[in-house]
């Protein structure tokens, strides 16, 4: 099998747009909570909606999305049109035959505010709708969208796995280049563009904070801390360039890790509950392909959702596959929960960390589930990563993991 790396990759986050930016935040723990206030966000006259989360504030499109492409293109196909720009630059991959470049979008159901904005805006006219909602509506519009801005020929494909998405996205692509169906493949894990809609739902289900929070929109998202009480939502989209060493370096690129194992497993469940079971054996696969024993991670970066049921059940199975010793940060107590987005963000911040040979803090872990980890706290810690793991679920029963390697390991 091929020696698989992260070439390249792009960042918008509400934290800031660009890795750049992005890194910086993450190691200041900056935050951008608030209400959430796009339109689309609460149900029209009812201002006593009140949903936390953290909005990208300003959006900067690559001059290569023209004007008329812009206006018909969601907030989320824009945001990955912009974070394929960075990663695109940074990879050269104007160098490589656009036959021979596969991009994978992580997400499903990603542009629901603005359907459900069109569908306000022309309630009782529908036949003054723009005809080009007949392919914009669709996720495989961000897919088109992309293709034709970068000229992208090889394969192209949407993925469905809820909040697993752009990790899973990621598995799909090192397969993609192993196999020899692309020189170099995209995983793009594609912001959710949530409306009030799918807000008032995950709140009712338990799933999406805060009720304890409501007024303190800073102190809301506190994984693994024992007052959590639910995910917090934050805009993002991260996008990985994966193709061989031997590709990377015939451009001139310094990998930022090396993908040695991954594993996607099922727990055979429809509900939302977590599944010990299936995230013990995504993380005993992962480990077991990349062929190093357990002793050897250096940091876990987990899903870490602030689920009070979910952030417990992974500690167990993180614990239960002798990684107790590893350093242990939440990257969603910064970012937020991006669900479709959440993996592909995480693993460039894991990617960000490796290179930086520091970890990020945690916010608000004021009260850790488990005191006895080795969790990076309030403060940035420096620490030189050989070995990582990254976790992700989705709702559905999907588990995921993935272990990178530090070039110089």
Same mark, same amino acid.
């Given at each position: 099998?091929?020696?698989? !790396?992260?070439?390249?990759?792009?960042?918008?986050?509400?934290?800031?747009?660009?890795?750049?930016?992005?890194?910086?935040?993450?190691?200041?723990?900056?935050? @951008?909570?608030?209400? %959430?206030?796009?339109?689309?966000?609460?149900?029209?006259?009812?201002?006593?909606?009140?949903?936390?989360?953290?909005?990208?504030?300003?959006?900067?499109?690559?001059?290569?999305?023209?004007?008329?492409?812009?206006?018909?293109?969601?907030?989320?196909?824009?945001?990955?049109?912009?974070?394929?720009?960075? =990663?695109?630059?940074?990879?050269?991959?104007?160098?490589?035959?656009?036959?021979?470049?596969?991009? !994978?979008?992580?997400?499903?159901?990603?542009?629901?505010?603005?359907?459900?904005?069109?569908?306000?805006?022309?309630?009782?006219?529908?036949?003054? %709708?723009?005809?080009?909602?007949?392919?914009?509506?669709?996720?495989?519009?961000?897919?088109?969208?992309?293709?034709?801005? #970068?000229?992208?020929?090889?394969?192209?494909?949407?993925?469905?796995?809820?909040?697993?998405?752009?990790?899973?996205?990621?598995?799909? @692509?090192?397969?993609?280049?192993?196999?020899?169906?692309?020189?170099?493949?995209?995983?793009?894990?594609?912001?959710?563009?949530?409306?009030?809609?799918?807000?008032?739902?995950?709140?009712?289900?338990?799933? $999406?904070?805060?009720?304890? #929070?409501?007024?303190?929109?800073?102190?809301?998202?506190?994984?693994?801390?024992?007052?959590?009480?639910?995910?917090?939502?934050?805009?993002?989209?991260?996008?990985?360039?994966?193709?061989?060493?031997?590709?990377?370096?015939?451009?001139?690129?310094?990998?930022?890790?090396?993908? =040695?194992?991954?594993?996607?497993?099922?727990? @055979?469940?429809?509900?939302?509950?977590?599944?010990?079971?299936?995230?013990?054996?995504?993380?005993?696969?992962?480990?077991?392909?990349?062929?190093?024993?357990?002793? $050897?991670?250096?940091?876990?970066?987990?899903?870490?959702?602030?689920?009070?049921?979910?952030?417990?059940?992974?500690?167990?199975?993180?614990?239960?596959?002798?990684?107790?010793?590893?350093?242990?940060?939440?990257?969603?107590?910064?970012?937020?929960?991006?669900?479709?987005?959440?993996?592909?963000?995480? %693993?460039?911040?894991?990617?960000?960390?490796?290179?930086?040979?520091?970890?990020?803090?945690?916010?608000?872990?004021?009260?850790?589930?488990?005191?006895? %980890?080795?969790?990076?706290?309030?403060?940035?810690?420096?620490?030189?990563?050989?070995?990582?793991?990254?976790?992700?679920?989705?709702?559905?029963?999907?588990?995921?993991?993935?272990?990178?390697?530090?070039?110089?390991?």
């Amino acid at each position: 099998m091929p020696e698989l !790396v992260i070439s390249a990759l792009g960042v918008t986050s509400a934290i800031g747009q660009g890795k750049a930016a992005f890194a910086e935040a993450l190691f200041a723990g900056r935050h @951008a909570f608030g209400r %959430l206030q796009r339109p689309g966000r609460s149900e029209p006259g009812d201002d006593s909606a009140c949903f936390l989360g953290a909005e990208i504030a300003d959006l900067s499109l690559p001059p290569r999305l023209p004007a008329r492409s812009a206006r018909t293109a969601s907030l989320a196909a824009q945001v990955a049109a912009a974070t394929l720009q960075e =990663a695109w630059d940074e990879a050269r991959l104007d160098q490589v035959d656009a036959g021979r470049i596969g991009l !994978v979008v992580g997400g499903s159901n990603m542009q629901q505010r603005e359907l459900v904005r069109l569908q306000a805006e022309f309630a009782g006219r529908a036949q003054y %709708l723009r005809p080009s909602y007949a392919t914009s509506f669709l996720d495989t519009d961000i897919c088109g969208l992309c293709t034709e801005l #970068f000229g992208i020929r090889g394969f192209a494909c949407t993925l469905g796995a809820a909040s697993a998405s752009g990790q899973i996205a990621l598995i799909q @692509a090192a397969q993609a280049v192993a196999a020899g169906q692309a020189d170099a493949c995209i995983a793009l894990g594609a912001l959710m563009d949530l409306s009030y809609w799918e807000c008032q739902a995950l709140r009712s289900a338990g799933a $999406m904070g805060s009720d304890v #929070f409501a007024g303190e929109p800073a102190q809301a998202c506190r994984p693994f801390d024992r007052r959590r009480d639910g995910f917090i939502y934050g805009e993002n989209c991260a996008a990985l360039v994966v193709e061989t060493a031997a590709s990377a370096r015939a451009r001139g690129l310094e990998p930022y890790a090396h993908i =040695a194992g991954c594993a996607w497993v099922m727990d @055979a469940n429809r509900s939302t509950n977590p599944s010990h079971e299936g995230e013990l054996r995504a993380l005993r696969q992962a480990l077991g392909q990349a062929g190093v024993d357990a002793a $050897m991670i250096d940091y876990v970066n987990p899903h870490g959702t602030g689920s009070p049921l979910g952030d417990e059940t992974e500690l167990r199975a993180i614990c239960d596959a002798g990684l107790a010793a590893a350093s242990i940060n939440a990257t969603k107590s910064i970012t937020g929960h991006g669900l479709t987005a959440a993996g592909a963000v995480e %693993l460039a911040a894991v990617a960000l960390q490796l290179r930086a040979g520091r970890l990020h803090p945690t916010r608000n872990l004021d009260d850790p589930v488990a005191p006895g %980890l080795n969790w990076v706290g309030a403060q940035a810690r420096q620490q030189s990563v050989r070995w990582a793991v990254s976790l992700s679920m989705g709702f559905g029963g999907f588990n995921s993991a993935v272990c990178l390697r530090h070039p110089q390991a």
